[in-house]
């Protein structure tokens, strides 16, 4: 986990910039339209792995109180200028973390939990959720996605991935030198389950595909689901 914290520390100046970026706007859609489905105000939400805070801004921005965490410090830094300067400092903190399977928080802390893009890059994602069940209240929210096992341009970066290394090459694309895992929708689905939650909500997402076929089972790249803390 220590070297995908250090890559992503390498990205924290430029991460907010992938927001520019087509895939990057459709993610943040869809979760903005997973979260805002149900009222925010005087809620208490926290964003696992918040990177530079965007998503944490989105929750703020809802009326959401939020608490951002994340274990590479430089993304912590951008996330706290960036909030100070966008005007939702005052419903926004953020808080280093080593391991967010060991989050230091009480039991029933958050209405809700955000988090996006993480569980890949874990050892034990299982462990994860389960702690997620651990301090978000009964009946709050769960949002998390996960990369699609399915998905065609998963598998495709894979096998790419895969030849460059045979090449002598670091490995291309980079991040998955430290992903570990992807999941299949039915397979994620009842891990939530056994973890403590019932989804309620599933949707693919991701890829250079027209919008419409992002939520083709074989296209997208990521799999967004909302689920209800049992």
């Not at 027209?210 to 209800?228: E, R, V």
Request: a positive charge; glycine letters at 8%; charged letters at 25%.
């Amino acid at each position: 986990m220590t070297r995908a914290v250090d890559y992503h520390n390498e990205l924290a100046r430029t991460w907010e910039d992938r927001y520019d970026r087509p895939s990057f706007k459709r993610r943040e859609q869809v979760i903005k339209a997973f979260v805002m489905d149900q009222p925010l105000t005087s809620q208490h939400w926290i964003d696992a792995g918040c990177g530079t805070g965007r998503l944490s801004r989105l929750l703020a921005a809802q009326g959401a109180t939020v608490v951002g965490v994340d274990a590479a410090e430089e993304m912590l830094a951008m996330g706290r200028e960036l909030a100070g300067r966008l005007g939702v400092g005052d419903r926004l903190s953020f808080q280093h973390i080593e391991d967010v399977n060991r989050l230091p928080f009480a039991a029933s802390s958050f209405d809700g939990a955000l988090c996006s893009s993480v569980l890949e890059y874990l050892g034990d994602p299982f462990g994860c959720l389960r702690e997620f069940a651990r301090v978000v209240r009964s009946g709050g929210t769960l949002v998390v996605s996960v990369p699609n096992r399915r998905s065609i341009l998963r598998r495709a970066q894979s096998i790419e991935f895969r030849l460059t290394r045979l090449l002598g090459r670091a490995g291309s694309p980079a991040y998955m030198r430290y992903s570990k895992n992807a999941f299949a929708r039915s397979d994620f689905a009842r891990i939530l389950i056994q973890s403590g939650f019932t989804p309620t909500r599933c949707e693919y997402f991701g890829g250079p595909w027209p919008t419409f076929a992002q939520n083709w089972p074989q296209l997208g790249s990521l799999i967004l689901f909302k689920a209800t803390r049992t």
